[in-house]
């Protein structure tokens, strides 16, 4: 069975950083790439960034370039999202997700780890 | 970036109603649209791919169709599990863009 599992959410105070990861199994990880998406409380859906495979391809919103750093592991089948100079509204629910086919498309969500910035 | 306009916000509805929500891009995509299911406190589920290409495993009184900028999610027949917000999303490159949603709730 292809999973998941997201990990790192906290609470965090404005300016700070926090690093979140997820572990994937069931599928060659090193093959698929994959992305975070984030939610925020009673919200829709935000593409935050994506790394392909072999981490050649590096993908950024707006929202997020220049503070946030997208990462992974083949040898540890991780993924890897570094948020540095967190806001409030950084404030969501973030979600590992693998992309697949060409172009590729969503398949697999995690269940979500959530992350509050608050003073 | 590629804007995603779903409509309606909210679909009032009963069990047995045929149910449609559209999606609209700002530029056309093709045929490279997704639909998402997301139930409260869970991760957005696949329903359909390639817009109207059926994820393995979901019923089939799902359908999607549509291509260029203009496309629809139809449910023949609306079940109890089926309330919920769907989500479009294009996925022209890896850089994709959602829908604001769709809630479908009880009339």
């Known amino acids: 069975e292809v999973q998941l599992l997201e990990s790192g959410g906290d609470l965090a105070q404005p300016g700070e950083s926090l690093r979140l990861s997820c572990v994937a199994s069931g599928f060659a990880f090193g093959t698929y790439a994959m992305s975070w998406v984030r939610q925020a409380p009673g919200k829709g859906l935000e593409w935050l960034s994506a790394i392909s495979g072999d981490t050649t391809g590096i993908y950024y919103a707006d929202s997020v370039k220049g503070r946030f750093t997208i990462s992974r592991d083949n040898s540890k089948d991780t993924l890897y999202l570094q948020m540095n100079s967190l806001r409030a509204d950084d404030t969501a629910i973030y979600y590992c997700?693998?992309?697949?086919?060409?172009?590729?498309?969503?398949?697999?969500w995690g269940q979500g780890t959530m992350v509050t910035v608050s003073s | 970036d590629i804007q995603m306009t779903q409509s309606p916000s909210t679909l009032s509805a009963s069990v047995g109603d045929r149910v449609t929500i559209t999606c609209r891009a700002s530029?056309?995509?093709?045929?490279?649209l997704a639909w998402y299911q997301q139930k409260p406190g869970k991760a957005p589920k696949l329903l359909i791919y390639m817009a109207s290409s059926l994820e393995s495993g979901v019923p089939s009184r799902f359908s999607g169709s549509g291509s260029g900028t203009e496309f629809t999610l139809t449910v023949s027949s609306l079940q109890p599990e089926d309330f919920a917000t769907y989500y479009c999303q294009q996925y022209k490159s890896y850089s994709v863009t959602f829908g604001g949603g769709t809630k479908v709730e009880t009339k």
């Open positions: 997700v693998k992309y697949k086919g060409n172009p590729p498309f969503f398949d697999v």
């Open positions: 530029e056309s995509i093709s045929n490279r």
